[in-house]
């Protein structure tokens, strides 16, 4: 930087001063301009971040409800399935007992497909779904055992006619086995619907936590920017202004005024021409003045010379007459 002074001294300036001291005056507007830039970029970078977390957090809230979709075509396939077992002991003509049992074996495979497609989906994406896998596999053994009692052994006997003795063992083997689904599929609801709870608390915790973040950044990135930047122009207008001072002390006939440079820049380089061209200007106008008073001596003495010759010549002319 520069500081008006008598002398011309280098001045010492600070480590961020001597940093930006020589750098040319477009990087140092650059560098005013960039920071608020770069805090700009920042944010909006943070921003993306936020938003790429928030799509993949709603792909796993997706995922739950998927699950959720699936687990309930599965329920409804297997009410369907044990729906039809009953009705097959129920009815006694065979031709609507026949089409009920076809039924069941219809939304029974319906429903171990289902099953079976979740298990698949589960074991392609870890993500898809939050009930364990273990758990699934019961569901799907259950299903398998009901399905294996109901043709081999409930359907002969109903094909035969025997109802009570179908009955019984419907209720002392599918029954059980019935209320173990309705477990599992209610176990397989509050898996889901626990997860799609927590994540959405995650996204409501994590959206205020990036907010308060982007928030203090923006302030103090800045505030940051804003100091630097308001730093960087006074290192450009102070010294303009001082060089300013010392041209108007020239205007007003002060040859002793000098810019002290501490700077390479075009400030400083203006600065030492300045101070270059003020000497020089001083020193010319030493010269003058010393000429003038040697002038003025001579001017005196030939004065001098002058009288006593005249002087002389009256005398000269006083004897002559």
Known sequence: ???????????????????????????????????????????????????????????R????????????????????????????????????TKAILDAFSEHIATGEKRISDFQASNAANSEFSAVPAEVVQQLADSVSEIHDVVDQEITPLVQADNFNQALGIYAGKVMPLIDELDKLTEQMNQEEMADAAEEVTAVEAERD????????????????????????????????????????????GDLTKRVQVSSKDEVGVMATALNTATESMKETVSAISQGMVSLEASSQELSTVATQVAASAEETSAQAG
């Open 209 to 252: 936590s990036n907010f308060l973040t982007a928030l203090i950044f923006l302030v103090v990135g800045l505030g940051l920017a804003a100091g630097a930047a308001l730093f960087i122009v006074r290192g450009i207008t102070r010294p303009l202004r001082e060089v300013s001072t010392v041209l108007d002390a020239l205007a007003h």
């Open 61 to 96: 809230i997706g995922n739950n409800v998927t699950a959720l979709h699936k687990i309930e075509e599965m329920s409804a396939s297997l009410s369907d399935a044990t729906e039809a077992a009953v009705a097959s002991m129920i009815d006694t003509d065979a031709a609507t």
């Open 1 to 59: 930087m520069t500081n008006v002074n008598a002398g011309a001294k280098p001045a010492r300036p600070g480590r961020v001063s001597r940093l930006l001291a020589d750098r040319s005056l477009a990087t140092k507007i650059l560098a005013a301009v960039a920071l608020p830039a770069v805090v700009a970029v920042v944010v909006a970078v943070q921003g993306i971040g936020v938003a790429a977390d928030g799509a993949d957090t709603s792909h």
